[in-house]
């Protein structure tokens, strides 16, 4: 995909790996990025002056909606959707407290917002001739960790879906990319990156994600993402005997 002259939609970018996209996509993109926290946005757009930000919470149906229409009125020509916001919540494997709320947690953001901004989209695609979706996925969907486990479970049903979609869109002109990432340096770990493996920084995963997409790559895999792949296929207790250590 050539990604000069689009107009994308790029779910939280006001920090972290999707601040880092808006970076690298705004000179030639129109960028739309969103997010809770208007703080977080009015520093992004102060960094980035380019872009535009809209305030939403993506787990909430009627915000969400109204983001969709939003971007549907004010910008038609939109024809990428880079679905990156995420969120985990972190539960005690033994205690297993707050489990509920957790799970729903999780699934609202990690898959029923994605999906269903997919879905949103779609008849909008459809008729724009050609158009991109990228889904934001984990190494964890191969190799989950206990101590999150809705989400890892929440990112492997995305996993599922966008491989799903792609196959029912192959005759169309929209394309469908997953981007299956390692550890990465960003606020999603509140100050608490385990201290043994070295997290990738945020631009460079930024940077890779958007090399693999700009060759076409449906799957990609970046960095220690692609050792789980392999480890969950060829040493699945060992792998995640492994990931759980860390
Ligand atoms: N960092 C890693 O190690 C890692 C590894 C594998 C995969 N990933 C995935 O990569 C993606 C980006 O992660 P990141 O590390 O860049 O996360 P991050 O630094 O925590 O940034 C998350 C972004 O999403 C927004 N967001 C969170 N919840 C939202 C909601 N309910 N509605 C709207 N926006 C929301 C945040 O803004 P607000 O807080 O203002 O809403 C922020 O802009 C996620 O899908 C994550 O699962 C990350």
């Known amino acids: 995909m050539k990604i000069s002259g689009k107009t994308i939609l790029l779910t939280g970018g006001s920090e972290g790996i999707g601040f880092e996209l808006a970076r690298l996509l705004k000179d030639e993109n129109t960028v739309i990025i969103c997010g809770r926290n208007a703080d977080k946005l009015a520093q ?25 229409d939003r971007v549907l009125s004010d910008f038609p020509q939109t024809s990428v959707l880079i ?19 957790a799970l729903y947690s999780d699934f609202e953001l990690n898959v029923l917002a994605p999906v269903l901004l997919c879905e949103n989209f779609l008849p909008h695609f459809r008729s724009q001739g050609a158009a991109t979706i990228v889904n934001i996925t984990t190494g964890l969907i191969f190799l989950p960790k206990a101590s999150y486990p809705f989400y890892c479970a929440a990112k492997a049903a995305l996993h599922s879906y966008t491989q799903s979609l792609r196959w029912s869109l192959r005759a169309t002109p929209i394309r469908v990319h997953e981007v299956i990432l390692p550890l990465v340096n960003t606020p999603f770990h509140k100050g608490q990156l385990p201290g043994t493996v070295r997290a990738m920084d945020a631009a460079q995963a930024a940077s890779l994600c958007l090399k693999e997409l700009t060759r076409g790559t449906e799957e990609i895999s970046i960095g220690k993402a692609r050792l789980a792949r392999q480890l969950a296929f060829l040493f699945p207790r060992k792998g995640i005997s492994l990931i759980n250590r860390i």
């Not at 002056?49 to 109204?66: M, Y």
């Open 44 to 68: 992004a757009k102060k960094a980035l002056p380019e872009i535009v930000t809209i305030s939403a919470d993506l787990s909430v149906a009627a915000q969400r909606n109204t983001l969709v």
């Open 83 to 101: 679905n990156n916001a995420g969120g985990r919540q972190v539960i005690d494997p033994q205690k297993r407290c707050g489990v509920e709320d």
